[in-house]
């Protein structure tokens, strides 16, 4: 078992004649993954990576069975390639694209809700199963198979602990990058069931960020329904409030959302929290060790 | 985030149909002194600074007028004013109504439940953080029916308005819906709404733009707000970039990193003040521009701090290295480089042939750049 993704994942790539999208879906191939169709709107026909590019994803979809969708193409775009993957009947689309207004992401959000499909991101680096398949951008070299369960705002942050997990010799379940703009498709708590519920999953990291409430709201979810342990990490401690530090909405206003907060309120839900990323793997093996004596 | 001074969101509001005081901005005293002579603005009048922070009332950026010769004194005080840091060179005049009750309606981002979100308070005129959260009614609006008309009369009854007020108030909160929508809007707030008779006037105008939509309101790219003149220079090249107080440079991948590499320095007893995101670039012309901007900052020491993903090692040493060979030497800064993840090898390479060292460990590296920030201090000069 894993979350979202499995061995069965077949990925349509929109956007696959891009910079990005061309680089990825060599990393994801070389991963392991089934990347099966490309979809750029005019390059039907060409191969990418060796994969068929198609002129729409209903026509992917149709050739070559493809049941999740990576989006890389631009922000003023982005909203009609997952209307057009949802309709498609894709039920997973991870969006890498950032800067895509927050606007479009309301409609997105709620579209692909109502037609039972899941959305992550945008402006996310995807999910990640070692061994068995990956949707997005997580780097190859960072991911190795093991029993760690990690979600996460952040992106390079989530390279740099999951990769700290690594160096201790262990590995992940499975590794979700929700992104961090100010509207997701899949937010802490969306994803906090389905680490629950899987059964390679020991124990979970969560990477949180300054600004919003999506920690609190994870915490509320953790001290009620939740059963394995947490450790967790969030960014942002000593950053100024008002200002946004770097190109997601971290940002702290009006007292809401600071570091303390969200520390605060993990740590009442039971959570370990590290105060740097480099003690992840630390409180990692410290738990493990202390549920191992159990 | 564009934070549209008053006068700028109610232009917002008078095309969607929103009431509005009868109003001028001017720019001088005499100026101001004209729009009441002529007619344009009636007196009595209220005159308010046109900028970005709050609190103007209390600040003395807000005054009454009764006569032309007052406008003009009013007009001068208030354009000579430094309002929290912010030098006023607009100023907007506009007749006085007689209030009745003074409101507070908005329309914001629910990050969690995923809407927009329709907040009235009928404690108007004061800060909304201020006001008890029992006296504030907040309705999510879900994106595809829109506003519906339960939702304006629940609105309408949080308010205490009925008959031709409550209708008053579905007109003006059609029209802002459709101006939170049609304008990329994060934020709408009318903070008093007044009802003047029957009628309802909106006195204040808060609006903030998204960043992320200026592909399609180019007008808004143009207006400048907060920033430092380095800070327009990155926005232009695409470089997230904060100036605060500080002396420690730090150039990191990812608004995470970024911030987590700031609590790093901080814990360390570092005074990290100059930040620069690269964000998902693969141009080691993009890491050039971002070292000579940085340059420019006068930061007393560098960390580069790189998680190699979209953005690879290697392009991140061939820039660095290229932006060392360009920077002055009077603007030459000690450095401490860390970079991990794709091509890590590759880069670490570049960077040793260069005669820059990287290190592995977050720890070891925020040490060496706090260490190397106070021993390139001047003892006793300003820090």
């Keep these: 078992m894993s979350v979202l993704v499995t061995t069965e994942t077949r990925v349509v790539v929109q956007g696959i004649t891009g910079h990005q999208g061309t680089g990825n879906t060599r990393q994801m191939k070389l991963f392991g993954t089934q990347v099966v169709a490309g979809v750029t709107p005019g390059k039907a026909g060409t191969e990418v990576e060796g994969v068929p590019v198609f002129d729409s994803v209903q026509a992917a979809v149709d050739r070559t069975a493809a049941n999740a969708s990576c989006i890389f193409v631009p922000a003023p775009f982005a909203k009609d390639a997952l209307l057009e993957a949802v309709d498609a009947g894709i039920r997973l689309v991870v969006i890498v694209t950032e800067h895509i207004p927050f606007h479009d992401m309301l409609v997105m959000y709620h579209y692909a809700k109502e037609r039972g499909a899941r959305i992550v991101g945008p402006n996310c680096p995807g999910v990640a199963a070692p061994g068995k398949a990956k949707v997005g951008i997580i780097p190859n070299v960072v991911l190795h198979p093991g029993r760690i369960g990690v979600v996460s705002r952040s992106g390079t942050l989530t390279y740099e602990v999951v990769n700290g997990i690594r160096e201790r010799g262990l590995g992940q379940s499975t590794c979700i990058g929700l992104g961090g703009d100010p509207v997701v498709g899949t937010s802490f708590v969306d994803a906090l069931p389905w680490f629950e519920d899987d059964p390679d999953t020991d124990l979970l990291v969560l990477v949180g960020e300054i600004g919003g409430t999506a920690e609190e709201d994870a915490a509320e979810y953790l001290r009620h329904h939740f059963t394995k342990p947490v450790v967790a990490y969030i960014a942002g401690r000593a950053a100024p409030a008002g200002k946004r530090m770097g190109h997601a909405g971290a940002i702290i206003s009006r007292g809401k959302g600071t570091a303390q907060s969200k520390q605060a309120a993990l740590e009442a839900a039971g959570a370990r929290v590290g105060r740097f990323p480099f003690e992840i793997p630390d409180l990692v093996v410290e738990v493990l060790k202390e549920r191992g004596r159990r | ?383």
């Design chain 2, 1 to 383: 985030m564009v934070k549209l001074a008053e006068w700028r969101g109610k232009e917002i509001f008078r095309k969607y149909g929103v009431p509005l005081p009868t109003g001028r901005v001017a720019r001088s005293p005499s100026e101001a002194e004209q729009w009441v002579r002529d007619g344009t603005v009636p007196l009595p009048c209220v005159i308010k600074a046109q900028v970005l922070a709050g609190g103007r009332g209390k600040g003395g950026a807000v005054r009454f007028a009764q006569t032309p010769e007052e406008v003009r004194t009013a007009a001068a005080a208030i354009l000579a004013l430094d309002f929290k840091g912010e030098k006023v060179r607009e100023i907007l005049l506009e007749g006085k109504l007689a209030i009745a009750k003074e409101l507070y309606v908005a329309i914001a981002l629910d990050r969690s439940g995923r809407t927009p979100i329709l907040l009235t308070s009928p404690q108007g005129g004061v800060e909304i953080e201020s006001v008890d959260d029992a006296a504030i009614v907040r309705q999510p609006v879900h994106p595809f029916p829109g506003l519906t008309g339960y939702e304006k009369r629940r609105a309408a009854q949080s308010l205490g308005l009925s008959g031709a007020a409550a209708r008053s108030l579905s007109t003006l909160l059609d029209a802002l819906w459709k101006a939170f929508n049609a304008e990329d809007a994060e934020l709408i707030e009318v903070n008093p709404l007044a009802l003047v008779g029957e009628s309802l006037v909106a006195l204040d105008a808060k609006v903030i733009i998204e960043d992320d939509a200026t592909f399609r309101h180019p007008e808004y790219s143009e207006i400048l707000d907060d920033r430092t003149p380095l800070e327009e220079i990155a926005r232009e090249k695409g470089i997230a970039f904060v100036q605060l107080d500080g002396n420690i440079g730090v150039i990191a991948n990812g608004a995470g990193l970024t911030m987590a590499t700031l609590d790093v320095l901080m814990e360390f007893g570092g005074r990290p003040g100059i930040f620069l995101d690269l964000g998902g670039t693969d141009d080691a012309a993009k890491v050039t521009e971002a070292f000579l901007l940085m340059a420019q900052a006068k930061p007393r020491a560098v960390f580069l701090n790189i998680f190699g993903g979209v953005t690879r090692c290697d392009t991140v040493a061939n820039g660095l290295v290229q932006a060392m060979a360009e920077i002055p030497a009077a603007q030459r800064f000690p450095l401490v480089a860390r970079i991990r993840g794709n091509n890590e090898v590759e880069g670490i390479e570049i960077l040793r042939r260069a005669g820059i060292v990287a290190l592995s460990s977050l720890k070891e590296s925020a040490q060496s750049v706090v260490a190397a920030a106070q021993r390139d201090a001047p003892a006793g000069g300003p820090a």
